[in-house]
């Protein structure tokens, strides 16, 4: 039997919190603003959107000891048992002289209004403690979650690459300390599963997956929280009721990967940073994708796990991984099913996921040698930005030049990531040749009907979407350099 | 040195950096919502889900069941405690939420709950239940029950169209011609910082801390909605988390929550969340624009007209206006204006950064570079045949224009010579490239104020000015000017501002700040120079005595003739006083005599740069590089390039930072800014960060900002030009103009879409 705690425990800035008293729902930033009086963490939108609430939160990792930017807005309490949450103050001044990333902002005059400067200095901080001379292109992943109203960034992206020229990131306290607090971290696992609050304000850390599954078996309709970037919004812009609620962000062995005969299975606990490094070499264009996606605190925090098992539209990975023929595991109690990742999705906000399961891990069939793998993704603005339109592509070639194989899925084309059959069908076993193309895209009419909104026109997505099969064509067929739609780099 | 301060050129102060930038990057700058307030219960609005009919009951009896509730307030509870709101003077709206059940608008705050906490404030107003007589809204233009109205004379601040000659003969004679619609949409400021306010009594005096652009303005209207006087309220905004003109009117929020705490003997707080702020708070109006340009074949424009129409709501006639500006940009011969109101179920919009000249210059500007193409004329050289320092209203001289100077350094910096002129000419790999530029002007207006400042002996300084940091270095600058006049260092100022309890400044609105601040501390600080300078010359001793005042100068510390120097400390001490304090009232050129007077009821007399023997306005060119895709049309702004001019620059660092964030909100503007509607609930959709897109950083790419030496000393004793609002003015256009050369598709209205390059 698992041993019962009910109390939570976190190191916040240098002080140990030992909380018995918290609600399910309640958010780090509240906590910090209304229970700590500890304002330099500000609030923007309480929805995830403006990076204003960034803090950092540490947690022990088989690698150590890992810092990494979060929302505290969308970040529930509870779930920082066991981690080291690290606020602007904990950057004050020492003998009056700033901390290097603070002193950079002050030079580059990366604020005027202020409001959004304590968010950017704490993203730029952990940039910097991870990278101390980042590339533009990480400083601006970096800064991906932050929005500043009144700067233009330019001066905060300055002020990004000048960072190491005011201190050695070695000699920062949080590297300094680094030994004593994963030290007092490891001393505050005691393998127990901690279960706080009655009735409807019930929340569970369990102890492991095991714990996890007899848990759901007992708490069936628990709503579970990984890296809460999607669950957070419910509570704070839909005021929806989550209790009881199952943390399961901590559990390491849902965050493990393995690679075998060319698939490679990822943990549902898995993290889209974590995910962004394990794809990086294998699956270039998954990767790239990842780095779109939110602001790095929410792909810090959200987890390919969640992305899929909350359903949305407009989820941008599912359709990818519906292209690659990614199968799911489902774990309840000590029975696991397995399907694939298409059959998951039934229809809008409507997953096959029984009461009492819940995702154990997806599989990914890496794309085979020779074949030809590519996303699309079409946003109004570049990044932070809702999908209009997504479309993956897995094409393999026979000897001849005809299609062997092909697999294409849309995302924000219908109610839910959904593959385009009547597509595939009209391409497959035909010669690979802009005839081919074109007589297909009479068939999206067939698998897609996409809607209006503000995002885009129907029409739009679907133009766009058969033109992003044509891209893919004359990417394919050599008649066109790869387009990266991104970032023009001046000459 | 570093790119973020320019090395200043001529007429341009120091670019030091920022006086509250250390308060900001640790954190320790306190927003009002983060100010600690003994016992104080939380508040939370709730709002009406229908856009027009009658409140006919509110059902409570569930939310005051939540535990911790306190205090629920709604229609019919403030009478006789609460006077009504009003439109104008700083007040946002006369719509009077708590005293009528009449709905005007979509999230029209029905009732508020107070709590202890803020999760049971929230818990409750979920709770609570409003049974409505609905009725069908009218959402905007276009829609069936509208009421349109002319503008002129709707408002006391557009009392006319501007115009001059005949422009129907002149049109006559125009051989080539234009004739087009454009239009702008709905836009929320969205300042980084949630709307809220905190309100405490003590005694009698109420204090309400709320983030403000008009401290004094608020104090006095605030009075009179609690029923008041003014002695007994204050109100405090230190830091302001960006405005943008919203924190200019008050919203009828903040006289409920004083009063809710008044009713509950103990401070309230309340922070509303960003989807309310859409519906509670104010908002840029959409407009529309019928524009007719004639010109003769050499260039020459010889008829302008320019109509508009804006949205507004049923009670309040909130008016742009912006042909005010449009009709004297160039030299046109004959001008014809007209504005009219579109009324509909719609909560009172107001100002926006740049209110006037966002959308009408805009319009202006994109008929400019149609023009041009229909001249086949390069559309800089077509601005330079059309420039002109004469206004075409009234004839009246401009004090100075620098406008083709701007097109000067920018398209060279730019390197617009390298355009070619086809449609689509110009590309680099899939990407479409197109290059565009147009103009940003922004009136030059100055306000009444009033200033304190006092020198102690050790070389100290504080200003005090009840004035604004909204961002834009309103208490940098003001520093640079006391210590500039007072030969001290910067770092020995101390700023106050952001309370009513100082010396009155105007509203933070119209770029007024820097110029009627300055004046008003320059003007307080020659009164300390003269009180020094005269115990220095009329001493019996001492190594300045019996020379003119007129004489002396003041440096690093020390009172100079020449080579014969005393120093400041030694003066005072001649006085026997410790320190020299000094308060000054500045009042522009033209004002009225009660001016100070009405400063301090909170009735703002400002002076438009229209207004007096000189026009007087700062001017701008901005030149932007657009890519589109080949394939998707997704548009990328690749490179910006702006060059002002706005007389002395105070500090070319936050001057710089100003304009920068400007040209990003213009971009903002053009590709993604734009609240969306429901028409037939006449509701906002995207009200929120996610959908209601502002730039993100990966969106910015190369930015450059010149600043344009230029001199004019008949803006203000300060020689400032204001240029917070000048940035954002040209982009769209600019950005527009870019798109039709990229693809020959000419976007008349805003934002650009993708779906509209297909
Ligand atoms: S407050 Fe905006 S992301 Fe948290
Ligand atoms: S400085 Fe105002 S939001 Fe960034």
Redesign the interface.
Known sequence: MTAIRSEIRFILNGEEVRLAEV?PDETLL?YL??RR?L?????????G??G?CTVLVGRLTPDGLVYESVNSCIRFLGSLDGTHVV???H???VAGR?HP???A??????????????GF?MSLYALWMQDPKPSDRRI?KA??G?????????????AAR?ISSYGDANDDPLAAERAEIAGRLNAMRDGARVEIGTGSKRFFIPASVDDLADLLETEPKATIVAGATDVGLWVT?F?REIAPVVFIGHLDELRRTSEKDGVLSIGAGVSYTEAFRLLAGRVPALATLIDRIGGEQVRNMGTIGGNIANGSPIGDTPPPLIALGATLTLRKGRSRRTITLEEFFIDYGKQDRRPGEFVEAVHVPLPAAGSRFAI?K?????????T?TLGAFNLMLDASGKVEKIRIAYGGMAATPKRAHAVEAAIAGKPWTRETVDAALAEYERDFRPLTD????A??RM??SK??L??FFLETSGR??P?Q????E?A | M????PLPKGNMGEPV??I????????????P??L?VRDVAHAVLVTSPIARGRLTQLHTEAARAVPGVLDIIAAGDVDGELERPQFGNSGSTSIAPLHDRRIWHDGQIVALVVAE???AA?EAA?LVRADFQAEEPSSGFGSPGIEIIPAAGASPLYPENPEAGDFDAAWATAEISIDETYSTPTQHH?????FSTTASWFDGDVTVNESSQNVTGWKNTLARQLKVDPEHVRVVSP??????GSRGPMTPRTAIIAHAARRLGRPVRC?V???QAYTTQTYRAETRHHIRMGAMKDGRIVAFRHEGWELTSRPDNYVVGGTGTTARMYGYGAVETKVSLVKADRNTPSYMRSPPETPYVYALENAMDEMAVALAMDPVEFRRVNDTMTEPIEGKPFSSRSLMECYDQAAEAFGWNRRTRGIGSMR????LVGMGCATAVYPTNVAPCTARVRLTADGRIRVQSGSH?????IRTVAAQMAAERLGAPFWSVEVEMGDSSLPPAPVSGGSTSTASVCSAVMKACDAIRARLFHAAVTANDGPLSGLAPADLGIADGRIVAGARVEAVANAMERMGVGEIEEYAEFAPEGSSADAIANLYKGKLEMRMGEEGAKVKYAFGAEFVEV?I?R????T?V??LVGAFAAGRIMNP??A???L??????GVGCA??EAT?MDRHSARY??T????Y???????????KVILVEEKDTDVNPAGVKGLGELGNVGTPAAVASAVYHATGKRIRDLPI???DL?
């Open positions: 609600a509240d603003r209304l009086s304002t330099g963490t500000k609030e923007g939108c309480a929805e959107d403006c204003a606020t602007v103050e950057l004050a001044p700033l990333v603070q002193q902002m002050v030079d580059f005059h990366g604020s005027q209004c202020g409001f959004c400067t304590p200095v601006e800064l991906q932050n929005l500043c109203r009144c700067t233009g960034y330019e001066a905060i992206v300055r000048a812009k005021m699309y079409v946003t109004k603005r570049r990044d932070e930005d809702i209009a503000m995002r885009a026109s029409d739009y133009l766009a033109n992003l044509v891209r066109a350099a387009v739609v991104g970032r023009y001046a | 570093n790119e973020a301060a950096a920022r509250d930038a250390r308060l900001k990057v640790t954190g320790d700058a306190r927003y919502a983060d600690p906490t803020f999760e929230s979920a969205n300042p980084m910082e949630l830091y302001v988390g960006g405005a943008f922070v969340t960003r989807k680099d790999g899939d990407w940091e909204i961002g834009t270095g890519r895709h394939l998707t049309r997704e990328r690749s490179r660092r936050t710089r930072s100003q920068m964030g400007g040209m990003i909100w590709l993604h969306e959709v995207n929120d960060l996610q959908d897109l502002v730039p993100v950083n990966a969106d910015i790419q190369d930015v879409r993708i779906e297909l």
